[in-house]
């Protein structure tokens, strides 16, 4: 019987680092074509970001199957890599769009400043729609975030204007 990665990364969580080494060494003897125990250990080591190994990742987003490096794109989002921009490059460039669009999709999940000048040149230059899709949803969620601090702000200011011009006016 089959169980779901994250169920066996709670019994795996109480193994530690000790987890994270074995399911990447089981990942090295899958077979090269076996897509699904791929997808499988992939899914798990995900569920232990912190006992996850980076090289297996990289090793990942260089499999010769779409799907695992698309695999890898989404699990990139749970380990959060310091420079994710970086880090996801290859996959960013991958010639393949629904690879590519999983790894702007982490780095939409990631969000911060440093992903938007590349989701931007993506949503700008990439010829796939989901791509573009991707991209231009985050693009749009990071403006209205912006726009909606920006009227706080300016709510705040009137307000503290307001209370100002009062105690004036009693004063």
């Known amino acids: 019987q089959q169980f779901l990665p994250a169920r066996v990364c709670d019994v795996l969580m109480i193994f530690g680092t000790a987890a994270g080494r074995a399911l990447s060494a089981l990942y090295y ?61 290859p996959l960013l460039q991958d010639p393949v769009g629904k690879v590519r669009a999983a790894a702007a999709a982490t780095l939409s999940a990631i969000g911060g400043e440093a992903v938007v000048a ?28 912006i726009q909606e601090n920006l009227a706080k702000d300016e709510a705040a200011l009137w307000l503290k204007d307001t209370a100002v011009q009062e105690e004036e006016n009693h004063a």
């Open 29 to 89: 003897k899958v077979e090269p074509d076996d897509a699904t125990k791929k997808g499988l250990i992939l899914s798990a080591l995900g569920q232990l970001p912190e006992f996850f190994p980076a090289q297996v990742l990289q090793l990942a987003m260089q499999d010769a199957q779409p799907e695992i490096r698309q695999k890898a794109a989404e699990i990139v989002s749970l380990t959060r890599p310091d420079d994710a921009v970086a880090f996801l490059q």
């Open 118 to 145: 590349t989701l931007r040149t993506m949503a700008a230059e990439d010829q796939d729609w989901q791509v573009k899709m991707t991209c231009q949803a985050f693009l749009t969620r990071w403006e209205e975030s």
